[in-house]
C-alpha cells in the first residue's frame, strides 16, 4: 500500500502478522528525513478507518457556544505550542500524526497528482497572509513577507489570478505584501479590492469590488477604542482595527491571563449582539454577524473572475487557520480545487492536503510556477 508520503509495508508478510511498519519518506511533516513507525495491524487499520471516517465528518467547530473555560481550551489547541514530555505521549503524538498525514498529505508529495487534475483547466489561488506566506510573529506589526515570498507569489500573480484572503484590512496587508498584480479580500472577506493599475502620471486606480459591511464602521471603531481601553490591565494584549473587523492579538500574552482577557472581550461585546466573536491563531477575531467569511468571498472572487459555473477552473486555497475553514469548506461542498492547511501539527480541518510552514508554501508556489512555464512549453 503506498500513499505517497506514507509507505506501508509489512516486514512479516505471513498472513495474520501483528504488526505493520510505516516508513514516513520525504515526509516534510517530520524533521528527521526517514521516520519509522511500528503499529500493531488492527491499530493502523483503526486509524485508516477513523480517517476515513473523519474525512465524511467535516468540521464540528461550535465556536458560538461555550464558557470562558472552554474557550480558554479552544484558545490553546488553535494556538499550539504543546510540549509533552513523556513517552507515553510521544506515542500517541505519532499515532496522531501518522492519522492525520493519511487523510491530509503533503503538497509538495502530491504535486504531481495535483497538477495532473489541473491539466487543462484555469487555476485561480487564494493565498491566506498570517501564518501561510509570514510566520506567526510575536508582534503583528512585523509579520513581514521575505523578498523570496514576495517575488514568488509576484510570479503566480503573474500566471495565475491570485487573491490575498486575510482577516487584516486591506491597507495593512497591502503595506506587507506591497504588489499591485494581485486581488486583495481583506477584512476576512469583507473589504475586496482588485488589482491595481497606475497610469503614466502616477497615480493608482483602486478598484474596490465590494464591503459587504460598510455600516459597521464606526461601530468597529467604537468597540476599537472600548477594548483598548479596557485589556489595557492585561499584558501584552494588542487591539487591531482590521476596518470592517478587528482582532485582539494575545500571541504575547501569558497564557494565565488568556481567560481573563477572553472574559474582558466577551464583556464588551454583551453590548454589540450585531457582532460576534470568533478565534484563530493567537488571535480573537471580533467580526459583524453577517454572513460573510473567506469562503463567501472566495465564492465572490470566482464570479467576478467569471467562473462561477465553470467546470474548467480549480480554485487553490492555501491558509494556516480556523477562518480559513470557510474557503476550505466551500471547496469541498463544490467538489472543485483543493484547499492546503499550513500546519505543523494534526488538526481537524477540511482541506485536502498540508504543508508544514511559510517556507514549504513558498516551495510549493515555486513549483506551480515552474509547472506553469512547462505546460506552456509544451503547448
Ligand atoms: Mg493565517
Not at 487591531?240 to 481567560?259: G, I, M, P
Not at 459555473?309 to 480556523?322: H, K, L, T
Amino acid at each position: 500500500m503506498t500513499n505517497q508520503n506514507v509507505i506501508v509495508s509489512d516486514r512479516n508478510p505471513i498472513l495474520g502478522s501483528k504488526t505493520i511498519t510505516v516508513s514516513v519518506s520525504n515526509s516534510p511533516l517530520f524533521s528527521s528525513p526517514s521516520t519509522y513507525f511500528t503499529f500493531p495491524r488492527r491499530k493502523f487499520l483503526e486509524l485508516l478507518e477513523a480517517a476515513d471516517k473523519n474525512n465524511n465528518n467535516n468540521n464540528k467547530n461550535n465556536l458560538g457556544a461555550g464558557k470562558i473555560a472552554s474557550w480558554v481550551d479552544s484558545m490553546r489547541d488553535s494556538s499550539p505550542t504543546r510540549l509533552r514530555s513523556s513517552s507515553r505521549d510521544s506515542d500517541s503524538d505519532n499515532d496522531e500524526k501518522i492519522s492525520w498525514i493519511v487523510r491530509f498529505p503533503s503538497a509538495l508529495n502530491m504535486f504531481d497528482k495535483i497538477m495532473n487534475a489541473a491539466k487543462g483547466k484555469q487555476i485561480v489561488m487564494f493565498l491566506d497572509y498570517d501564518g501561510t506566506l509570514s510566520p506567526i510573529v510575536e508582534d503583528p506589526d512585523k509579520a513581514y513577507i521575505t523578498h523570496e515570498m514576495r517575488e514568488v507569489v509576484k510570479d503566480v500573480a503573474l500566471n495565475f489570478p491570485t487573491a490575498i484572503v486575510t482577516g487584516r484590512s486591506i491597507d495593512k496587508v497591502r503595506a506587507f505584501v506591497k504588489l499591485n498584480e494581485i486581488y486583495y479580500a481583506g477584512s476576512h472577506g469583507m473589504d475586496i479590492e482588485g488589482p491595481t493599475n497606475e497610469n503614466s502620471y502616477g497615480e493608482s486606480n483602486q478598484g474596490v469590488l465590494f464591503q459587504p459591511a460598510r455600516e459597521f464602521v464606526p461601530m468597529i471603531e467604537k468597540v476599537v477604542k472600548i477594548l483598548e481601553e479596557k485589556t489595557k490591565c492585561i499584558p501584552g494584549a494588542m487591539v487591531e482595527n482590521n476596518t470592517f473587523c478587528l482582532s485582539v492579538h494575545f500571541r504575547r500574552v501569558d497564557e494565565k491571563r488568556w481567560a481573563a482577557l477572553a472574559e474582558q472581550v466577551k464583556s464588551v461585546l454583551v453590548d454589540y449582539p450585531k457582532l460576534k466573536l470568533t478565534q484563530g491563531r493567537k488571535v480573537l477575531e471580533i467580526r459583524p454577524t453577517i454572513k460573510w467569511d473567506k469562503g463567501q468571498a472566495l465564492n465572490f472572487l470566482l464570479r467576478s473572475l467569471g467562473f462561477e459555473n465553470s467546470e474548467n477552473v480549480v480554485p487553490v486555497y492555501i491558509g494556516d487557520d480556523r477562518t480559513d475553514e470557510d474557503a476550505f469548506k466551500v471547496l469541498r461542498e463544490k467538489g472543485q480545487g483543493f484547499g492546503i492547511l499550513v500546519s505543523k501539527v494534526p488538526k481537524e480541518t477540511n482541506a485536502s492536503y498540508s504543508l508544514q510552514d511559510p517556507s514549504q508554501v513558498n516551495e510549493f508556489l515555486k513549483r506551480l510556477v515552474e509547472w506553469k512555464r512547462k505546460t506552456v512549453g509544451e503547448e
